[in-house]
C-alpha cells in the first residue's frame, strides 16, 4: 500500500505540472528524483486504473468514500452494521453520554515564586 501511494503522488505531480496524461517514465523520474524506489506493477496498475478518467472526477469520488469512513477518537461505542439484506433493519439506539465530571485545577505561583501576570 505505501509504495502504491508513492505512484499515486508521483502521478498527482505529474498532473499538477501540466501533464495531462502522464507516463510510466514520467512516474519514474519523478519518484527517481527523491530518491524513491519505481515499482512497475504499481505503475501499471496506476496507470491502467485511470486510463480515460478525469483527475478532478476520481478526486470527488474519492472524498464521497471518505466521507463514510469513521474518523476521530474517543468514546468507545460500537456501532452494528446494517444487515446485508437490506430488511427492515431497527435504527440503533443513540448511547447515552455519561456525565462528565469538573475538576477543579488550582493554580500555584509556587514553582516561581512570582506571576507572570501582576
Same mark, same amino acid.
Given at each position: 500500500m505505501k509504495s502504491y501511494m508513492k505512484v !499515486?503522488? /508521483?502521478? #498527482? #505531480? /505529474? &498532473? &499538477?505540472?501540466?501533464? =495531462?496524461? =502522464?507516463? /510510466?517514465n514520467d512516474l519514474k523520474t519523478i519518484l527517481g528524483s527523491v530518491g524513491a524506489e519505481? *515499482?512497475? *506493477?504499481? !505503475? @501499471? &496498475? #496506476? &496507470? *491502467?486504473?485511470? @486510463?480515460g478518467k478525469d483527475p478532478t472526477e476520481l478526486i470527488a469520488s474519492g472524498r464521497e468514500k471518505l466521507a463514510s469512513v469513521p474518523s476521530g477518537g474517543g468514546g468507545g461505542v460500537a456501532v452494528a452494521a446494517a444487515p446485508a439484506s437490506g430488511g427492515g433493519a431497527a435504527a440503533a439506539a443513540p448511547a447515552e453520554e455519561a456525565p462528565k465530571k469538573e475538576e477543579k485545577v488550582e493554580e500555584s505561583d509556587d514553582d516561581m515564586g512570582f506571576s507572570l501576570f501582576d
Open positions: !499515486i503522488a /508521483a502521478y #498527482l #505531480l /505529474a &498532473l &499538477l505540472g501540466g501533464n =495531462p496524461n =502522464p507516463t /510510466a519505481a *515499482d512497475e *506493477d504499481m !505503475i @501499471k &496498475l #496506476l &496507470l *491502467d486504473q485511470v @486510463k
